[in-house]
């Protein structure tokens, strides 16, 4: 089976493209700030994680 993006498929991620800087730019943080919190959060999702097991 082939799955191909249709045109109008191609149009909205060309329009979607900024959407990741956008998102970036709007924290106000630099990527190293951005990378401790993904980090924090990334722990911390696991901690809760494995309280869930128990």
Not at 6 to 31: I, R, W
Not at 40 to 49: A, F
């Amino acid at each position: 089976m082939n799955i191909y993006i249709t045109q109008a498929g191609k149009v909205l991620q060309e329009k979607a493209s900024c959407v990741p800087q956008s998102l970036f730019d709007a924290t106000g943080m630099n990527k190293k700030e951005l990378d401790e919190i993904k980090e924090r959060i990334m722990y911390l999702l696991h901690q809760l994680n494995g309280v869930a097991e128990k």
